[in-house]
């Protein structure tokens, strides 16, 4: 554990090793360990891994309000880190959220990050329609259905149930999105009106089975200093970020990219219809990975799949550690 101070915050950071430099952004609500086995398994094979606590998570913290959680301020950050960790470039690789943050890293600074992986979400371009949780919102009223949590995590307070009894919250967060939950019990991502994110989950659920209860109790005390506000911010902005990228219009993301997804991912039943679209928005496009059984946690649920199936982007790449062109010299 370690810390990377940049123009604007103090960025907590997991790293290991010398090599190119790959970047692993985590999203909601996880932290940097969730790539506890990437880092070991890419800075072993001759990479500079550094994963961040991202802003608004651990003790990154940052402020209180929901505007300072925007994507260009989340790329920002990245582009930030890396300046400071002495580098021109970087492969990055993101998770849930993250993997949003990844590909709009590629999409706006191709220059810094000249390589994308994201997993579990795939790319999504900007769509004419209008401000997404409007979309969400007429959609649901049209088919008869109960909101998606993205949009219901507008509400101000949506995240004080989660802040209430962060141990329960995890637990059923990590064990309603995980592969081994039988499917009846999977979270669709939809919250009946009354409810909210945490009291959808039955009571009876359970520690993953990958999840050890020394790593559980890491995320626990971690959200139980920071609470779950800042980190809900980022869902707070969604619909403001969709009305600044006007410019993004159409816009492709040119890099060398891939996207991987658990094969029962319950994401996938929302945003699952881009991965069909993925080749059209990726110019270079290396393909998909599926990984069988797994569900929203991959990079836990099935580590050296994961594991293997970055270093063989990387590798398609000629990104290995002969190739350290990228980084800067140091003084």
């Known amino acids: 554990m370690g810390w990377i101070q940049t123009d604007e915050l103090n960025i907590q950071v997991i790293e290991a090793g010398e090599g190119p430099l790959v970047v692993l952004v ?22 500079r891994v550094v994963a961040p ?40 690789v993101g998770h849930d959220w993250g993997s949003a943050v990844a590909w709009q890293a590629a ?34 009223e049209k088919n008869g259905e109960d ?15 989660m802040d209430a009894d962060p141990e329960t919250a995890l ?65 707070r902005m969604i619909d403001s970020n969709w009305a600044r990228t006007r410019w993004l219009q159409g816009r492709k993301i040119t890099v060398p990219s891939a996207f991987l997804v658990g094969e029962r991912d319950p994401v996938r039943r929302y945003p699952g219809h881009f991965e069909s679209e993925l080749s059209n928005w990726l110019t270079d496009f290396r393909g998909m990975t599926v990984v069988p059984k797994a569900g929203h946690w ?12 970055i270093l ?3 590798w398609d790449l000629s990104l290995n550690a002969r190739n350290s062109e990228a980084r800067l010299s140091r003084a």
Request: glycine share 8%; proline share 8%.
């Open 171 to 235: 637990r059923k967060m990590f064990w309603a999105f995980d592969g081994a939950t039988q499917p009846v019990y999977q979270a669709d991502g939809r919250i009946p009106q009354g409810r909210n994110f945490v009291d959808i989950i039955p009571d009876e659920a359970v520690l993953p089975v990958w999840l050890t209860p020394d790593h559980f109790a890491a995320y626990v005390e971690a959200f139980k200093k920071s609470g779950f506000e800042r980190a809900v911010h980022w869902y």
């Open 147 to 161: 909101l998606l949590y993205l949009a219901t995590f507008a509400h101000p307070e949506s995240h004080l149930p």
């Open 298 to 309: 991959v990079q836990q649920e099935a580590p050296e799949a994961v594991s293997e199936a």
């Open 26 to 47: 985590h999203g909601f609500p996880d932290l940097a360990i969730s790539w506890h086995h990437q880092i070991k398994a890419l800075s072993q094979a001759g990479y």
């Open 312 to 314: 063989s982007f990387l």
């Open 107 to 140: 999409l706006l600074r191709p220059d810094m990050f000249h390589a994308v992986m994201g997993i579990a979400v795939p790319f999504q371009p900007r769509r004419r329609q209008g401000p997404p949780t409007a979309v969400m919102k007429y959609l649901a």
């Open 53 to 92: 606590y991202m802003r608004g998570y651990g003790e990154t913290g940052g402020p209180p309000g929901a505007s300072s959680y925007s994507i260009y301020t989340l790329v920002g950050d990245l582009v930030a880190l890396v300046e400071a960790l002495g580098y021109e470039q970087a492969a990055i």
